[in-house]
């Protein structure tokens, strides 16, 4: 390893800017003759719009135009889509209703968009919306899926009868019976999976600027992967074609999923900056991201596992009903199929898995893939399961996980999945040793006489990262591929950009790509740059989510380096008149092995370029792009064990310890890979202690503002002991796995199973809030 | 935020009159309330008459029988006077768990007062600690200040100047705090005069605002230890009920933070 190579914790290029204030967002992009949009929104759930009067807006000063939802229908602008084809059980394909961007005749969820002003300033747009008039006539709202789905309930859209979008199963119904009949024990449980709200720092915010005389569009937009932005606005959307509009995502502060789909809003901008003739400006404020930003998790499930008589599992049964929300978001019906019940396996042999999955519509805002998405819900379920299932079978937990883990790959699970790699021998034994499993019974006792209820918690999961190959997602339904790609450019002068198709917003990819380029070149990261977030910069890409942006867009730009070492090396072997083969890399030099010839990189770089002396027949110019798709998922794994104590007089909870022990494959930049675990325990832990989506009965989002949905703060979490134990992934030529998303989808059932643990009751749903847990305690 | 004509005064008087010229003006201390109301578009005074750079209302001085500290002191002067955490340790605790930093350098005693959020710190202190409330007009016992949820007996125009906390023997505060805002879920002041007399208020519990807790008040008075509420009851009934706490959840934490707030006062 060089000092900045592979495995340096090199510090972050990309934080002086944005520690500096000089991170250049959406919101910062200002252009002459601006307008500002402000959205008019439903307050009700659930209602019919049977008009909407602007005029007094539109004589105010300063409004350009107030336009609605029907003028969106004339103007056959596309109705959102869902990107992924589910098929129910009886073969029957998902049950999709209409989502145009704004409502021209019914709303579904409270703050669903039915009208928009457009005006000189952004306070002048807020005045105007408060002027228009939208006559609402009330209609019955269900804003849970246990009421969606009852006999009789308000039905949100004739394409989906009984308010179900699909009924779907995986794994094999009649093997599972067969091993629920041989069971020397069977465990059930039921749990909710609570909603959250992704709340990235940046809320979401567009600017959209239409050149009439070019007929082309620029889209500067908060997403994480602009090339599908741009596809589905010109694909689908028919807003403008794809050569005639240009995406941009500049630097975008986090998204953990919610910036993955093209929302009404960014719609709305680009359309409205063609109809008013002038920029288009949105910025989102923090209410607005409450009530529209795709929610995450939200299920209801019954699990059953049977046991033989030596504590083996012979089966698992899961059904599952997934709120979906009003509409079908993005990459909605994927998230509880292929990316949860998939997962269902998690660490252990189990011979057979069938689960089903209810896709429910609710008058609530639109589900999808949250940090995460599916695998924390898969996660949760099968790691509350084995605790539950230990105390019931009155085994430790850890030896009745130990008792099931597979430790033969490749491993098939029943549920399609083909994990390559794993040791979960070695992340469990690492992280009981990090937390003196051994010693715990005694520090119970003592805690005990202090009056506190001690407990600990396991949780051993895995995930499937870098969603892959192409093919292979095609067959369950993507609409899209999943691949990635690269462009590597070596500048005359010898320094280096890399082109990539995946998107940064916090997670560090200006450093650590770098660190890959100086790995095999040995020049300092200093010398490269990362270039990404601009359709008409980067040749195509899928962008960032389910932690593939190493995993795939590093494979990538191994693939494109290859190529451009391989005609480096054909040039610096005729330079220095040697033989191709006897070329060797070395800390920016190419040198002929054995001897003390050697020629810098700059040089071979000006050679390319100037192509004066080039091998005969060879183009001139050091520049090659490489697409990669992958031949499979990659499988990080790990163990976290939490150890914390309960109040039993206020049922609050603080923590004594968190280890966790990740197997992400090779790490990059260990520092970025700490960082990224820290971010996805504290969500994980979030979801598990305070953080919850409340509708009441009608519909309305109780938990609208940080006032009442409780974000993690530094001070509720503990201070992380990390370790990793490696096994390097065989399916891509760095040997890394992905480490975005672990901690979400781990860390919450380690507390829970620690509460549980320490109340000595297991019935206990997320988030754990003092008073639930009180309650646990008390009764 | 709509538009408002801002006016910083130099003196009560200044704040008063400029108050009284205004259609629709409003009183701005901190601006940890009112900002954020104004800037959702919640509120729309025409005027805004800033206090907080009143000389006379900043600052914290010792009395022949208290300590009294003026209406615009920010609580984190609050939380940090040696005078206060000398006379009245409860009440520097108190300040030094209101929020967070920001809010502490910049809300202050009156605003909080003013605005009786049901759920803020202040009013338990000044229940409990038989505090007197000083304005431009009068002096408003604490028992008549507190009407219920955001209501007080100020009458419109009325500044608070000061507020005068008698000496007290003891005094202990002890907040659980709402996991999402960080205001009081549930709080209990406790406080003992040097003569004996003890009383208890409680903020975020009760449907009517910060509330004296009687039969708290009668099992310390006999006897002065957290073990003396083991088996006190408080009634859930007329407790507020949200999704952070349920009545009876709440009407557990007044009996649980008033003993650990008997322990924080020795
Ligand atoms: C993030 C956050 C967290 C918070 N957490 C807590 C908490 O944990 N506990 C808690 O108790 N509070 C909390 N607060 C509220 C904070 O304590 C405020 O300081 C307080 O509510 C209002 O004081 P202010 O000086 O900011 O008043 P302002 O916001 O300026 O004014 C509030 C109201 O009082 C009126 N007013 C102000 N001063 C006077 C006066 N001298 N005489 C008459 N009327 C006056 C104003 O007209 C206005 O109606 C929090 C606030 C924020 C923003």
């Not at chain 1, 795709?294 to 049977?306: C, F, L, P, V, Y």
């Not at chain 1, 650590?512 to 359709?535: C, K, M, N, W, Y």
């Not at chain 2, 039969?215 to 507020?240: P, Q, R, Y």
Request: charged share 20%; glycine share 10%; net charge neutral.
């Amino acid at each position: 390893m060089g000092v900045e190579g592979i495995g340096a914790s090199v510090v972050r290029k990309e934080d002086r800017r944005f520690i500096t204030g000089k991170g250049r967002y959406v919101d910062d992009v200002k252009l002459v003759g601006m307008t500002y949009a402000h959205f008019i929104r439903s307050p009700h759930a659930h209602a019919k719009v049977k008009g909407i009067d602007s005029s007094a807006a539109l004589k105010m000063p300063g409004v350009v135009a107030v336009l609605t939802g029907q003028q969106i229908v004339d103007d056959k602008v596309g109705n959102l889509i869902c990107g992924w084809a589910i098929t129910s059980k009886d073969g029957s394909p998902m049950k999709m209703g209409a989502w145009p961007a704004m409502a021209p005749e019914t709303v579904r969820f409270v703050g669903q968009a039915v009208a928009v002003v457009i005006a000189d300033t952004k306070n002048l747009a807020k005045d105007a919306a408060e002027a228009v008039v939208v006559d609402y006539e009330e209609l019955p709202a269900v804003a849970d899926v246990r009421s969606a789905i009852k006999p009789g309930a308000v039905q949100l859209h004739p394409e989906a009868p009984g308010n179900i979008i699909y009924d779907w199963h995986i794994g094999d119904e009649a093997a599972t019976k067969d091993a629920f009949s041989k069971a020397a024990n069977v465990v059930t449980l039921e749990l909710t999976n609570n909603r959250l709200v992704p709340n990235a720092m940046e809320p979401r915010a567009a600017v959209a600027d239409y050149d009439a005389a070019e007929e082309h569009y620029t889209l500067w937009t908060t997403s994480q992967n602009p090339h599908v932005a741009r596809l589905v606005l010109s694909a689908f959307y028919n807003i403008a074609p794809e050569h005639k509009l240009r995406v941009i995502a500049p630097d975008v502060g986090g998204g953990f999923g919610s910036k993955i789909y093209i929302y009404p809003e960014e719609m709305v901008a680009l359309w409205a900056s063609k109809k008013v003739g002038r920029p288009v400006k949105w910025t989102g404020d923090r209410s607005e991201a409450f009530l529209t930003d795709a929610h995450g998790r939200d299920h209801i499930s019954k699990a059953e596992m049977a046991f033989d008589k030596d504590n083996k599992i012979l089966g698992l049964r899961v059904k599952t009903h997934a709120n979906f929300g009003a509409y079908m978001s993005l990459f909605s019906s994927a998230v509880p199929t292929y990316l949860y019940a998939t997962l269902l396996s998690g660490q252990y042999v189990i011979p057979a898995i069938y689960a089903e999955v209810v896709a429910v519509y609710t008058n609530t805002t639109p589900v999808d893939a949250y940090r995460g998405a599916g695998r924390p819900e898969a996660s949760y379920l099968l790691e509350r399961m084995m605790e539950t299932a230990a105390r019931q079978l009155k085994v430790d937990p850890a030896e009745l996980r130990k008792t099931n883990f597979i430790t033969q790959f490749p491993y098939q699970t029943p549920v399609i999945m083909a994990y390559d790699i794993g040791n979960f021998h070695a992340s469990i034994d690492a992280a009981m040793k990090a937390i003196d499993y051994a010693g715990f019974p005694a520090r119970k006792a003592k805690a005990k006489a202090d009056g506190k209820l001690r407990g600990i918690g396991l949780s051993c999961y895995i995930e499937a990262c870098g969603i892959a190959p192409s093919k292979a997602v095609g067959s369950l339904g993507a609409g899209v591929g999943l691949w990635e790609s690269a462009e590597i450019r070596v500048n005359p002068v010898g320094t280096i950009e890399v082109l990539t198709g995946t998107h940064s917003h916090g997670q560090g990819h200006e450093t650590a790509f770098a660190q890959i380029i100086s790995e095999r070149l040995g020049v300092p990261i200093s010398q490269v740059s990362i270039v990404h977030g601009d359709t008409d910069k980067v040749q195509f890409g899928m962008g960032t989510y389910g932690s593939r942006s190493i995993a795939v867009g590093g494979a990538a730009i191994v693939k494109a380096m290859e190529k451009v070492e391989a005609k480096a090396k054909k040039i610096a072997a005729h330079a220095l008149e040697a033989s191709e083969s006897d070329i060797v890399i070395e800390n920016g030099e190419f040198k002929v092995t054995g001897t003390d010839k050697s020629i810098a990189l700059p040089m071979v770089a000006l050679a390319a370029y100037t192509a004066h002396n080039l091998p005969d027949g060879m183009e001139p110019g050091l520049k090659e792009t490489a697409f990669y798709d992958p031949t499979n998922f990659t499988f990080p794994a790990g163990a976290y064990i939490c150890e914390l104590e309960v109040d039993p007089g206020t049922g609050k909870t603080s923590f004594v310890n968190f280890v966790a022990a990740d197997d992400f494959g090779r790490l990059i930049n260990p520092m970025i890979v700490e960082g990224q675990v820290h971010g996805g325990l504290a969500q994980g832990i979030g979801q598990a202690l305070l953080e919850g989506v409340v509708y009441d009965g009608t519909g309305q989002l109780v938990t609208a503002s940080f006032m009442d949905y409780s974000m993690p703060r530094a001070d509720d979490l503990p201070s992380f002991k990390l370790s990793h134990t490696t096994t390097l992934c065989p399916g891509n030529p760095l040997g890394v796995k992905g480490c975005g998303e672990a901690g979400a989808i781990g860390a919450s059932a380690a507390v829970i199973n620690a509460i549980t643990d320490a109340i000595g009751n297991n019935k206990l749903e997320m988030p754990a809030t003092p008073d639930r847990v009180w309650h646990a305690i008390h009764g | 935020m709509y538009e408002t004509t801002y006016h910083r005064a130099s003196s009560v008087d200044d704040a008063a009159a400029a108050f009284a010229k205004g259609k629709d003006s409003k009183f701005l201390a901190g601006g940890q309330t009112l900002l954020p109301v104004m800037k959702q578009r919640l509120a729309a005074p025409s005027d805004v008459i800033d206090l907080s750079k009143i000389k006379d209302m900043i600052g914290i001085v010792p009395t022949n029988n208290g300590i009294e500290i003026k209406g615009a002191t920010t609580h984190y002067d609050v939380a940090e006077s040696s005078d206060v955490q000398k006379a009245i340790p409860g009440l520097a605790y108190l300040a030094s768990v209101i929020g967070d930093p920001a809010v502490r350098y910049r809300g202050t005693i009156g605003g909080s007062l003013a605005n009786n959020d049901p759920a803020a710190d202040y009013p338990a202190a000044v229940l409990a600690l038989n505090a007197t409330v000083k304005t431009n007009k009068r002096t408003i016992p604490a028992d008549d200040f507190f009407k219920g949820l955001f209501a007080t007996a100020l009458e419109d125009g009325e500044i608070i100047t000061a507020v005068s906390f008698p000496v007290t023997a003891k005094s202990g505060y002890a907040k659980f705090r709402n996991p999402a805002s960080r205001f009081a879920l549930t709080a209990v002041f406790v406080a003992r005069s040097p003569s004996g007399e003890v009383r208890v208020a409680a903020a975020g519990a009760s449907q009517s605002g910060v509330m004296r807790v009687g039969a708290i008040e009668s099992a310390l008075t006999t006897n002065w230890s957290a073990s003396a509420l083991d088996n006190v009851k408080v009634s859930a009934s007329g407790m507020l009920s949200d999704i952070h706490g349920t009545a009876d959840y709440r009407a557990n934490l007044v009996r649980v933070m008033a003993q650990r707030a008997v322990i924080a006062a020795g």
